[in-house]
């Protein structure tokens, strides 16, 4: 138990459009920003990503990879959820990302996912639950979309 309550794993039903696995990632980095103290990520050196990714690993590169935008390096970076800033870009990039991970203020991992969003696990209480299902409802994507991860007992 942490100081949340009780989590669960969840992740994204098999075969979900790209839309709606986008929009639950999404939902669950919105859903658990008060558990998150950090996100650390790897984003590929190169897209194609839909425009507001593009736009969001633009804002993440030194200001030298920008002027010279043929070196194609992956981007590593740890963002802070609880800076709004930071959290736009984690939240905009993190279903395209080479791995993404979540970890709370208790050090444990909340959200975990490899292979630009391929593979993920949110673990999340059932207020955060709530919370995913709300936005991926409001964003029109089926909330029964973000299922229970059965997959293991831990990622990895």
């Keep these: 138990m942490t100081l949340w ?7 994204v039903a098999p075969g979900a459009p790209r839309p709606a696995v986008d929009t639950a990632h999404r939902g669950a980095l919105l859903a ?3 558990r998150l103290e950090m996100v650390s990520l790897e984003i590929p050196g190169r897209g194609p990503w839909p425009p507001e990714v593009a736009e969001a690993v633009k804002a993440m590169l030194p200001r030298r990879r920008r002027l010279s935008p043929r070196r194609r390096a992956p981007v590593c970076t740890d963002l802070v959820p609880a800076d709004s800033r930071e959290l ?3 939240v905009a990039v993190a279903p395209y990302a080479d791995y993404v991970v979540g970890i709370t203020h208790d050090g444990t991992v909340a959200y975990d ?14 207020t ?4 995913a299902q709300d ?3 409001a964003q029109g994507v089926s909330p029964d979309l973000l299922v229970p991860d059965t997959r ?4 990895g």
């Design 128 to 131: 955060e639950l709530q919370a």
């Design 32 to 34: 658990l920003v008060e």
């Design 88 to 90: 736009a870009l984690a």
């Design 5 to 11: 309550g009780d989590t669960a794993a969840y992740t």
């Design 113 to 126: 996912t490899v292979d630009q969003g391929t593979d993920p696990r949110f673990e999340l209480t059932a």
């Design 152 to 155: 293991r007992d831990t990622h």
């Design 135 to 137: 936005y991926m409802t």
